[in-house]
């Protein structure tokens, strides 16, 4: 079942095309017209909608843009229909609307079910609902990374699962060998590193700071060193408070204000408010007996000893050497070691993840050695099935010696992995290099299709690729610009046999200049241009009865009215009929 189709596209200013409307059959639609009437409009149109590139030298001269609408039916649950309503997008009736808008500057806008969207999504959707295909397409198929690509989709999932594994596996391989590149280049700066942290901690650990001791050494030194000062000064304090032992008649502080508080305590019950003066007396008088004490105390117990100075002063300057090379004070440098022994243990450790990161780099390169046998394994499996099957294709098409064969090699590198007793080179698709061959007759050795094929077999070998694909991996519509080149004769009819064959299963649409192919077309369309003197107009005309046999008559003789060319229209016409 088709889960797209393509039903119409509305093109106005684009090229030599001012407005016309293209409605396509579900089936196979050619496209014919005179030389640069065009046709190949219709394939940039499509390739627009798609999110191809926008080139303004395609827009109309006179026009300030080129618009390119299509309707594109699709099936509900469809991946293109989902992924389409998760960008905002609404079906309008089970169709997509899509929108494209080239302006002469060069700015492109794009819309998708109404609404505004990247031109990239565009072409994400082109990718599950349009193949198309012409000369360009057909390059492509020469370079032999698009012939793995095309083998790897025909095997389906016999390549997809182990490719899955091979991927993953690969990928995890190249971050382990970076890792280990990083640990074994740095291996100089990690052992400078290492060396400077064992420095510095063994520094530290021959100091013994303790948090807070370079503070409390210095009130040490600030008091050690006005020592006779400081007990001066407690002496004449303690004097002064509790008077000299040696001088009895000397009248001191705690004296006069035990005898004022004497005759406070005298005559307090008359008055409370000066009972509260007195109680305040009683505690004055506390607190100088106190303080007295204290400082009688204090000189006894001051220490004067210049060797202790001495040694205070010495650790004082240990622990500054600490702190002018790792931190503004001892507090900083206990942060420091912490963190630098962790920074070690973490270097010291790279030795033991070298070894494991080796061990882990031998054991998945083990495992991409049997993935990529696997691959190589179910790749030539799939490319015998597919060889065969595109060579009963070509035999279908005019080529019934053709040959059509898989080059399935790998490359010697000392640096690679194991696969078949042999060290070959690995990427991420696997080992292998696959080329497709083509022998075109017997005798012919296979050689790659861009220097075995001329162009209208290697526009066959493209078609029989395609038909073979349709029945693997279907795509919902087929676009092929003059897939048909340098075909003629038998081989053109063939040509048009097999079209008509794919679009029993796929949407079909074909520009072509060869009337056996038009003539097997569900629909044929007709790209004219007529000259109004000033502006060249191109008109898209779907092709019914007379009009369709006339139309192929010209392609066949270049002459409408040939009796000759109309009866040969008529046979190819019944023919195509026939068949289908």
Not at 346 to 351: P, V
Not at 411 to 436: F, K, N, S
Not at 546 to 551: A, F, H, N, S, V
Request: net charge negative; glycine share 10%; hydrophobic share 45%.
């Amino acid at each position: 079942m088709v889960v797209s189709v393509l039903e119409e596209m509305r093109i106005r200013s684009l090229g030599v095309i001012d407005d016309a409307v293209v409605e396509l059959s579900p089936g196979f639609t050619a496209v014919t017209g005179e030389t640069g009437a065009g046709k190949t409009m219709v394939v940039t149109s499509l390739g627009l909608l798609l999110g191809g590139r926008a080139d303004p030298a395609l827009v109309r001269i006179g026009a300030g843009s080129a618009v390119v609408e299509g309707r594109i039916a699709v099936r509900p649950g469809a991946s293109a229909a989902v992924r389409a309503q998760e960008a905002g997008a609404e079906l309008d009736e089970g169709a997509l609307l899509v929108s494209r808008t080239v302006s002469a500057e060069g700015r492109s806008r794009a819309h998708l079910g109404g609404r505004s969207v990247p031109v990239g999504l565009l072409a994400e959707l082109a990718d599950d609902l349009v193949a198309v295909h012409g000369q360009t397409d057909q390059q492509g198929l020469l370079r032999p990374a698009r012939q793995r690509e095309a083998l790897d989709r025909y095997a389906g999932a016999a390549v997809a699962e182990p490719l899955v594994a091979y991927a993953t596996a690969y990928r995890r391989l190249r971050a382990v060998v970076g890792e280990l590149e990083e640990l074994t280049v740095r291996a100089r700066e990690r052992a400078q590193e290492a060396d400077l942290l064992r420095f510095g901690l063994d520094e530290i650990a021959g100091v013994e700071p303790r948090a807070g001791e370079d503070v409390e050494l210095a009130a040490e030194a600030e008091r050690l060193g006005h020592a006779e000062a400081l007990a001066s000064a407690a002496a004449v304090a303690h004097a002064a408070l509790a008077g000299h032992p040696e001088d009895p008649e000397d009248v001191d502080a705690t004296t006069l204000v035990a005898g004022a508080g004497r005759a406070l305590d005298a005559v307090r019950a008359h008055d409370p408010a000066l009972a509260a003066l007195a109680e305040r007396m009683g505690e004055i008088s506390i607190l100088l007996a106190d303080v007295s004490g204290e400082l009688a105390g204090y000189a006894d117990n001051l220490d004067a000893d210049p060797l202790r100075l001495a040694a205070v002063e010495e650790r004082r300057a240990a622990l500054t050497g600490l702190t002018r090379k790792y931190g503004e004070d001892i507090h900083a440098v206990l942060a420091w070691a912490e963190q630098s022994a962790a920074r070690l243990t973490e270097l010291d450790g790279d030795d033991d993840r070298i070894d494991e990161l080796t061990a882990e780099r031998d054991a998945l390169r083990g495992d991409l050695s049997g993935l990529a046998q696997a691959l190589t394994d179910a790749r030539t499996e799939a490319a015998a099935r597919f060889a065969s099957a595109v060579t009963d294709e070509l035999a279908s098409l005019a080529m019934p010696h053709a040959r059509v064969s898989f080059a399935i090699r790998q490359t010697e590198d000392p640096e690679g992995v194991e696969v078949g007793g042999r060290t070959v080179a690995y990427g991420p698709q696997g080992v292998d290099e696959v080329e497709l061959l083509l022998a075109p007759h017997p005798g012919a050795p296979p050689r790659p299709i861009a220097k075995g094929a001329s162009g209208g077999e290697l526009s066959r070998v493209m078609l029989a690729v395609e038909v073979v694909f349709a029945g693997t991996d279907p795509v919902p519509t087929y676009l092929f610009d003059e897939v048909d080149a340098g075909v003629g004769g038998k081989a053109a009819v063939e040509i048009g046999r097999r079209l008509a064959k794919l679009a029993k299963t796929a949407q079909v649409v074909v520009v072509t200049h060869l009337p056996q192919v038009a003539a097997f077309a569900d629909r044929q369309l007709l790209v004219e241009k007529t000259n109004d003197g000033s502006v060249t107009r191109s008109g898209v005309t779907a092709l019914e009865g007379e009009d369709r046999i006339r139309e192929l008559s010209r392609m066949l003789a270049g002459q409408e009215d040939s009796q000759t060319a109309r009866a040969h229209a008529e046979e190819l016409l019944a023919t195509a009929r026939s068949d289908r």
